[in-house]
């Protein structure tokens, strides 16, 4: 039994801007539904007195002096840009406002 | 029916860190487009973040000042996001674990004072800026302002109004510029404020449906957009209107707010922790050596000058109104100026005569030493104020100290009283008009016989002597 639909599917592609075929997004579908059913069985687990892990790394305060440092030149930065008018990377036009 | 505003506040300030907040990159966005650029901040494959301890330490600086709780233990996320603004799809940002939290702010509001919840202040980049004026098929993106350290700053629904809306902005932007972690220009986008709004019946304690108005360019405007959304909601509820929640923009000429994004489009934005960066953990003893850097906030300054130099409270405001007007103000008293006396010199004439040279207080070629000497001279009788007055512009302009121009210039006010009486019976003879009309009971003419008089001194006349002997002179 998958807790995944196709629809959940299509939402998932959808936000990671990928269009997927009909035996791919079965796939996921069932790809999916099984990643959620090992996390069930990990809920199974009694973590009580456990600390919540927040991070992967075990490591704090790694930082950079506010020094600056080098950085590209324009010709570099858009070297391999699909695009460029020579200082800016072109982009198809943006009719949306911002973030 | 009566209704009630409810408003909360988001604002982005860009901290003026000298490098940005990832990477080594200049901080400075007004360069020549996509040179102070990296494969960090252009988001290459394969690249390593690296937080700006100096971004953590404003952050936590902020934070103080806002009297937030420190975290401990906070992290960086992701939140993802396709648009060309970020080409690595994702804003590192700071989501479930804000670097600062439940802090507030004091405002002056009509008749008091009002407290304003501070949710959380978190750490994040701000994005490339988009440029539309290229073509008509495409738009320019320019990376510069990528990874530029950006801190939100987001505040409880405790606002009740536009002015209340606009007093918070006020005074945190004050706080900011004390602090010295950003410039907080609005029209260059280094603070920017967004509104959440809703209103509901006034007495009722659930939220209305809200709507978010964002990219406007001033304070003002946001005090007009507050105001004008305040209006549009309360008219459609009265006509039977649902308020549909979403992004509204401000249109500046019009006046008027217009839909951005609705909600049905607003995205789904996955946060998760940033493997690449590590946790920030600030123990006790780093937030309290950050404490003890703090200078003294405005509100503080503003009540020590109040009981310390006997200041009012309008005075006390315009003089701390931002800290390089207040340290000058502080070391002119300390220069020997009464208290009073340089309050009203510099929120008067100096200050007018550095907005016409288009000069802030900080760049002032008049050293506030200087001011205080000066201050001094009118003070022990060498100088009166009319005179000051025609210096001060001069000192600026020259750079000269007051006591030098008095000196060149042979400025000093004359308060001989044999010398004045002399001059004072001159003019009385020259003008018998006057003096007639006065002695027939007409005031005025007396202030003609005073203009007549300091003429006749080149200004130079002690304007106490002057009155003592002409009202003798005139009642003999």
Redesign the interface.
Known sequence: MSRITEKDVDYVAG?A?LVLDGPTKAKMVKDLGEILGYIDKLNELDTTGVEPM????D????????????????DQ??KNAP?T?G????????L???? | MEYEAVIGMEVHVEIN???KV??????DFHA????????VC?GMPGVLP???????EASVAVGLALNCKISR?S?MDRK??????LAKNY?ISQYD?PLCHDGEMEIDIEGGTKRIGITRAHMEED?AR???T??????????NRCGVPLLEIVTEPDIRSADEAFAYLTALKQILQYLDVSDCNMEEGSLRAEANISIRPKGTVEFGTKTEV??VASFSGVHKAIDFEIRRQRAALDKGDAIVQE?R?WDADKGITFV??SKESA??Y?YF?D?DL????VDEAWEQRIRESLPELPRARNHRFQAEYALSPYDAGVVTSTRAMADYYEATVKAGAPAKLAANWIMGDLQGMLVERKLDIAQCPVTAASLGEMIRLIEDGTINGKIAKDLLPEMIDSGKSADLLVKEKGLVQISDRGELEAIVRGVLDANPGPVEDFKAGKDRAKGFLVGQIMKATKGKGNPKLVNEILERLLAS
């Open positions: 936000l801007q927040m991070h992967v790394l490591m704090s305060n790694v930082y950079r002096q506010d020094v600056v440092g080098e950085s590209l030149t324009q930065a858009l695009k008018d200082a800016y990377f072109l982009v198809p036009r943006i949306d406002g911002e973030h | 860190t000298k490098s990832f990477c080594a990159c200049n901080n020549p487009p996509n040179t102070h650029v990296c494969p252009l690296v937080l700006n301890i100096g971004m953590v233990w992290k993802n996001y396709f648009y060309p603004d804003q674990l994005t988009n440029t539309h290229i073509g008509t098929r495409e738009s320019g993106v320019d990376f964002k990219n992004t923009g951005q994004r995205h789904d996955r922790p493997p590590v946790p920030v953990v």
